[in-house]
Structures are given as structure tokens and as C-alpha cells.
């Protein structure tokens, strides 16, 4: 290193003042390290200021559509973005395209149904994964299998929604939906899951493409707060002549419950957010709600991804999705502030970082 | 030690300014020099930018090539980001040219008064088919294509279908219909036919980029045309609308494309005969350059056919970009719209009236 630098003299030049090295002022200036406080303090403050700026942004863009569309907004199942080339017409006091409806209630009930399939399977099969990297696997291949839990967090989105429309839609369209379907239980409430099985675009894929999406990250926050688990206890469970699940279910996962439930609100976060790998196999199906378990659907993020060329135009479809990207935006901070506060009230320690892809 | 942390940090920081710096200082020379060497494309005002349509994203990249190679100092770059991308991005000066497969509305018009659509060719939208026992092409009309799109029609061998098909036999196997995921032009066509030929049976307030379509058993979205196309070929039984410039790859995939039905009820494939003879069936292209061309009451005509505009400001930033965007303009409503670079994706080229309304358009724009 210093010989790479050889005109940096080791006493740092402190025989000769700072001014006629770095010119005067403000070589000290710089010399003190204000530049790098400055920069600092700049950068701290750009995520606050962006957040800021973006729900500002939001909120104003998003007024006309609320004020055009009032409650409909959120109860109406219609969504169309009017006629370009019919006469503009008046409404509500407001001047619009014709046919211009937006009623997002398909979009947010798809959202949170998406969800709630994704957090159904994979939050099982997280904790399941978490408990046996812990406690049963010898520390070696706990540290591969581990490895690859994190590997799996950082595939782009992308190619999880590749991979749903091209091999696992089909897949669930011509092994998994009939099976289901046809063999379920004749019960009246289980009655969503028969019918059409579709196609392989819709609820149950964008569904189980997100349990994929948020299992490495319920997963490695579940095993961090699992590992912190002191042994003492769990000894003593096993003392007592408890089985290995017994263990888990009543020393090992209550120790860490709180935390849990901010990994499982992490992995909501995420999935409520998620944008294209939902936007490739949901079958944007603008202003349905899903007959049945396998029918088309829509996200919020589906249809303002797949659908902006169409709004850009129009500023009334602009705010409209503004208003959605509204209802999204507070949905998944809600989401992620929860999860924060949980976690951190058991481990203390900083979160695995839910990523935002 | 601590000092020379610091000042490394301190290094570290200015790096950026320095090369900020540099890059500022390094423009001016540039520009003194343009007159002697092959000039960096910005500082002569001579680069082309342009985003828009899909459908004619294919052909654009073939002009914008010939037309670099002939004239070496000019950059043009061109984005396939959607028709409604296109216009916006031209009527906020991001872009000078922004690609339409549909003219501007009136709105568009009161709301950008320096946006103009120039007609640079002609394209047409497919209907395609996977029901590979029938050869010869399925004859299909709008009432039956909205009653198929709105779930009403399912099978292949449905009377409906079998009443314009005499003596051909249709297979008993179900009808998938496939639509666009993503906002396109190819939909503003498709679903502006079907409310053409039969308003009762497709309403004229579904019509458009993106529409609520209604829910047929099994239709499936695909994104893209080139989704259209591979969705399609692995799906026995589908129907899909894809742009002509796709004419290639649906028949490497084995898709059939139907005859269908325009105004005078006679059954046409998009053909350039076809396409030709549609043509001349619709009054002159007004002084805007906005026209629709669809359903045609010509007997040999084809009736889902466009215009694929160009969307430019009148007013360019400066009147070298002007200057550099006519002459592209006008390079393509003469030397472009050719069966040089149309033949490869079946478009077919502007009528005489329709080319001098363009150019009159182009002359339009200053700097």
C-alpha cells in the first residue's frame, strides 16, 4: 500500500502546512473530513426524503381518480380505461373518457388472495426448513442447505415468473388442477377449489409461485430467530422426555413466536408487493374476480405493469393507478413495519433484509 | 495513520468531481472541432430518437439501420416500449419520434396542440388458428369472432362456425381464446373490427388498448406478440389476433390464418392484393393524417388494416433536430416504404394521396 503512494510522505507532510499542499481553506476543509460528514448526511437522508417524495407524489396524483371514483374505487368490480376516440363526458362534476370506471376490488381481493395461498404454503414449509437446519442437520450441510435458502432469495423475479408461465402453469393446469378438483372432498366450502380447472394462469399459480418467492426469506429469518434459542431449555424439554416435535412446538417455536410472526409479515410484505412474477401467470384478467381456484385474476401491480402503456395517455388513468399504487404502497409498509417491530422485539438483532425485486 | 485514512477518503471522494470535470471540459473542444472529423453525434444536433409501437418496432430497426448506414453521422435510437408510450414520450419532448399503431384521438389533440401522427406505411392484424385437421382457412366474421371472445361459442364445430364453412369439417374440440396481457395496438384493432362488423354483439365501449375481456372458458393471456404466437402453437384448439409483421413465425408454428369477413361480406386473408384493395375503399386521408381503416366495404379487401404513424412535436428542440428528423421522415415515405424492407414483415406501402398528406406534414415541422 504505501509503496504504491510513494509521494505520501509517512509523517504526512506535517512539515509543511496544509495551505500550500491543498490550497489553503479549503484543503483543510476537505482535510477535516466535512466533505465525507456532508456526504453522509446527504445520503441518511435520501431514503427518508424518497419515501417522502414518493407518497406525496402519490397522494396528490391519485386525488382525481378518489374524487371521480369515490368509494366505487374500492367496492366496484368494473375496470375500464375509457374510450380514446368517443366524446368526453361529465360525471360526478369531473370531465372524463367515456366508459371510464374503476372499480379495483378484483385487484385488491386478487392481491390479498395471492397472498394469503402463498403464506398457507410456505410458511409451513419455511418453519419446517428453519427447525431442521437448526436442530437436526449436521452443521455442515446445514451451512450448504442454508447457502442455498439464500441463493434461492436472490433469483430475480423474473425468472420465477418465467418458470411459472412456461413449466409450472402448465404443469399445475395438467397434473395438479384436475387432481385437486376432481378428488376434493364433496364439502359445500370447498366448492372455490372445483369447477374449470383452467389453464395454468391464475389464483392457485401466482399463489403457490409466491410461497416459492417468500420461502427463503420467512425461512432464514425463522432460522436465525430459532438459533438464538438458548440450548438450556430445549435440554430440558428433552429431559422430560420429549420428542423432537414436541420440542419444537412447545419450547423452540414459543420462545421465538413474536419474531415468527414478523418473518411471516416479511414474507407478506414481499409477496403483497410483488409485481412480475405475478404479472407472467396471472392471467391479468382486468375487472373478474376469480370464479374458482384456478381462474384468472389480477393483482394491483399486475394491471398497472401490464396495463400503463394504455393509461400513460390519459391522466385520469394515471391517477387511477397512483391511487392503486396508494393502496399498495401502504399495504406492504404497513406489512414490513409490523414485521420490524416483531422481529426485533425477540432477536434484537437487524433483520435479514427483505429484498424488494 | 488516521490522517492518511482520511485523506485517502478524501481522494476517494473527489474522483467523481474530477471526472465530472473532465467530461465538462472535454465538450467544448469537441464542438470546435466538428467541422474537420466525424462529429460526436449530440454535439451536431444529428441524432434520432425514437420509442413506440411493438408492431412496427421490427421494421423501424431496418430503416434505422439502412438508413445509419447511408448517412454515417446520424444516431438513431429506437425503443419497443408500446404505442401509448410512444405518443406520451413525444408529447413530453423525451423522444422526437413516438411510433402509433392507432392516430391520435381529439383529446390527445386538444391536450398536445403541437402533436401531429404522419401515416408512414401500412400494417394489418391477423386472425390465427391451432386446428391443424383443417387446411384450408377458416372463414370467420365479427359476430362470430365476439360470440367466440365472449365465451358464447366454444367448439370449433359450432353451428355458427359451420354455417360459413360449408362443406368443410370442423373438429369437435374446444375453442381457447387467446388475448394480449399488455396494452396494444393489435387489441385497439381486433376489438375495433368486432364492434365494426356487429355493435350489438361487441359494444363499442370495450374497444381499446386494454379491455375488460370477457370471461370465455380457458382464455388465456399472453404477453406480446410473440407470446400470441408461441401460446397459440402449443395450444391445440386457440385463436389468436397477431400483427402482420408475425406472418412468418405463425406459419412456422402451424398456425392457420382465417378469411375474414369485411363490409360487403366477402372472406379475405391480409394479402397484399388485399390489403391494396381495402386501401382504396377508404375516402382520402384528411389533412391530419388520422383515419381509420377499418372494415372495409371493399369486396377483395382485407378488413383489419392501419396506418402506423408517426407521433412528432412540430416545434423541435432546435432546428438542427428539425432538419434531421424531416429528412428521416421523408427518407422513409420515399426510399423506407418499400418492398425493400416491407415484404419481410408484410406491410404493405402508402397510398399516393395518402404519402403527399404525409409529406406535407413533415414539412410542418421547425425548429
Redesign the interface.
Known amino acids: 500500500m504505501t509503496a504504491s503512494v510513494p509521494t505520501?510522505q509517512p509523517d504526512?507532510g506535517a512539515g509543511r502546512p496544509p495551505s500550500r499542499r491543498l490550497g489553503g481553506a479549503l484543503g483543510a476543509w476537505?482535510?477535516n473530513?466535512e466533505?465525507?460528514r456532508w456526504?453522509g448526511l446527504g445520503g441518511a437522508l435520501i431514503p427518508l426524503l424518497m419515501l417522502v417524495f414518493v407518497l406525496i407524489t402519490l397522494i396528490v396524483k391519485a386525488i382525481p381518480a378518489v374524487e371521480f371514483s369515490g368509494w366505487h374505487l374500492f367496492s366496484g368490480t368494473?375496470?375500464?380505461?375509457?374510450?380514446?376516440?368517443?366524446t368526453?363526458v361529465r360525471s360526478n362534476g369531473i370531465v372524463h373518457?367515456?366508459?371510464e370506471v374503476f372499480g379495483a376490488l378484483p385487484e385488491i381481493l386478487g392481491t390479498l388472495a395471492t397472498t394469503a395461498i402463498a403464506l398457507i404454503i410456505g410458511v409451513p414449509v419455511a418453519i419446517g426448513a428453519a427447525l431442521v437446519i437448526v436442530e437436526r442437520l449436521p452443521r455442515r450441510l446445514a451451512n450448504i442447505v442454508g447457502m442455498f435458502l439464500e441463493l434461492l432469495a436472490g433469483v430475480p423475479s423474473v425468472i420465477v415468473g418465467l418458470w411459472g408461465a412456461l413449466t409450472f402453469g402448465p404443469f399445475i393446469a395438467h397434473h395438479i388442477a384436475p387432481i385437486l378438483s376432481n378428488n376434493l372432498p364433496d364439502w359445500s366450502w370447498l366448492g372455490f377449489a372445483r369447477g374449470?380447472t383452467?389453464?395454468g394462469?391464475g389464483l392457485l399459480t401466482s399463489g403457490l409461485v409466491l410461497a416459492v418467492m417468500i420461502l427463503p426469506i420467512i425461512a432464514a429469518t425463522a432460522r436465525d430467530l430459532i438459533r438464538g434459542v438458548p440450548i438450556l431449555p430445549r435440554e430440558g424439554a428433552i429431559a422430560l422426555g420429549m420428542s423432537d416435535w414436541e420440542t419444537a412446538r412447545k419450547v423452540t417455536l414459543p420462545w421465538v413466536g413474536t419474531g415468527l410472526i414478523g418473518a411471516i409479515f416479511l414474507g407478506l410484505g414481499r409477496a403483497v408487493g410483488e409485481t412480475i412474477a405475478v404479472?407472467?401467470v396471472c392471467?391479468?384478467?382486468?375487472?373478474?374476480l376469480p370464479?374458482n381456484l384456478y381462474?384468472?385474476m389480477i393483482t394491483i401491480s399486475a394491471n398497472i405493469v401490464?396495463?400503463?402503456?394504455?393509461?400513460?395517455?390519459?391522466k385520469m388513468d394515471v391517477s387511477a393507478f397512483a391511487a392503486l399504487g396508494l393502496i399498495l404502497l401502504v399495504l406492504t409498509l404497513l406489512a414490513n413495519v409490523i414485521a420490524r417491530m416483531l422481529v426485533r422485539r425477540v432477536s434484537g438483532t437487524a433483520l435479514p433484509v427483505g429484498r424488494g425485486l | 495513520m488516521a490522517?492518511?485514512i482520511?485523506?485517502m477518503?478524501?481522494a476517494a471522494?473527489?474522483v467523481p468531481l474530477t471526472v465530472l470535470a473532465a467530461a465538462c471540459g472535454s465538450s467544448s473542444p469537441a464542438k470546435s472541432s466538428s467541422g474537420t472529423s466525424a462529429p460526436p453525434a449530440s454535439a451536431s444536433g444529428k441524432s434520432i430518437s425514437e420509442t413506440g409501437s411493438t408492431l412496427l418496432f421490427p421494421l423501424f430497426g431496418s430503416w434505422q439501420n439502412a438508413y445509419s448506414a447511408a448517412n454515417t453521422s446520424v444516431t438513431i435510437t429506437s425503443g419497443s416500449?408500446?404505442?401509448?408510450?410512444g405518443?406520451?414520450d413525444a408529447a413530453n419532448g423525451l423522444v422526437n419520434i413516438g411510433a402509433s399503431d392507432a392516430y391520435l384521438?381529439?383529446?390527445?389533440m386538444t391536450q398536445y396542440p403541437n402533436l401531429i401522427n404522419i401515416p408512414l406505411t401500412v400494417a394489418a392484424v391477423m386472425v390465427n388458428y391451432n386446428v391443424p385437421t383443417v387446411k384450408k382457412p377458416i372463414n370467420l366474421n365479427g359476430t362470430v369472432l365476439a360470440q367466440i371472445y365472449t365465451g358464447k361459442i366454444t367448439k370449433w364445430n359450432d353451428s355458427a362456425i359451420a354455417a360459413l364453412n360449408k362443406g368443410v369439417t370442423l373438429p369437435s374440440i374446444p375453442i381457447?381464446t387467446l388475448h394480449r396481457?399488455?396494452?396494444s395496438g393489435s387489441t385497439f384493432l381486433f376489438t375495433s373490427y368486432l364492434s365494426a362488423q356487429d355493435p350489438s354483439a361487441w359494444s363499442?365501449?370495450?374497444?381499446?388498448?386494454?379491455?375488460?375481456?370477457p370471461?370465455a372458458?380457458?382464455?388465456?393471456?399472453e404477453?406480446g406478440s410473440g407470446g400470441m404466437v408461441s401460446g397459440c402453437g402449443a395450444?391445440k384448439g386457440c385463436i389468436a389476433y397477431i400483427g402482420i409483421s408475425y406472418l412468418a413465425k405463425t406459419q412456422a408454428a402451424s398456425l392457420g390464418e382465417a378469411s375474414l369477413a369485411n363490409k360487403a361480406g366477402s372472406f379475405t386473408q391480409a394479402t397484399p392484393a388485399a390489403i391494396t384493395a381495402a386501401l382504396g375503399s377508404f375516402p382520402a386521408v384528411p389533412a391530419s393524417g388520422g383515419e381509420s381503416l377499418i372494415n372495409t366495404s371493399a369486396a377483395a379487401g382485407y378488413p383489419i388494416i392501419n396506418y402506423e404513424y408517426a407521433v412528432v412535436d412540430k416545434k423541435q428542440a432546435s432546428a438542427a433536430e428539425a432538419t434531421a428528423v424531416k429528412a428521416f421522415l421523408n427518407w422513409i415515405i420515399t426510399n423506407g416504404d418499400s418492398s425493400t424492407y416491407l415484404t419481410a414483415v408484410g406491410f404493405e406501402p402508402l397510398p399516393s394521396g395518402t404519402s403527399s398528406v404525409s409529406t406535407s406534414l413533415i414539412n410542418s415541422i421547425s425548429g
Open positions: 505520501v504526512g476537505l482535510r473530513g466533505p465525507i456526504l368494473t375496470w375500464n380505461f375509457g374510450s380514446q376516440y368517443g368526453p373518457e367515456s366508459g374449470n383452467g389453464n394462469q404479472a407472467m392471467g391479468v384478467a382486468l375487472g373478474s370464479t381462474a384468472a401490464q396495463n400503463i402503456d394504455t393509461a400513460i395517455l390519459d | 490522517k492518511k482520511r485523506l477518503y478524501t471522494a473527489l416500449t408500446g404505442s401509448g408510450t405518443i406520451a384521438s381529439s383529446s390527445d381457447v396481457a399488455d396494452s363499442a365501449s370495450n374497444v381499446g388498448t386494454t379491455i375488460t375481456w370471461s372458458p380457458g382464455a388465456l393471456a404477453t395450444t
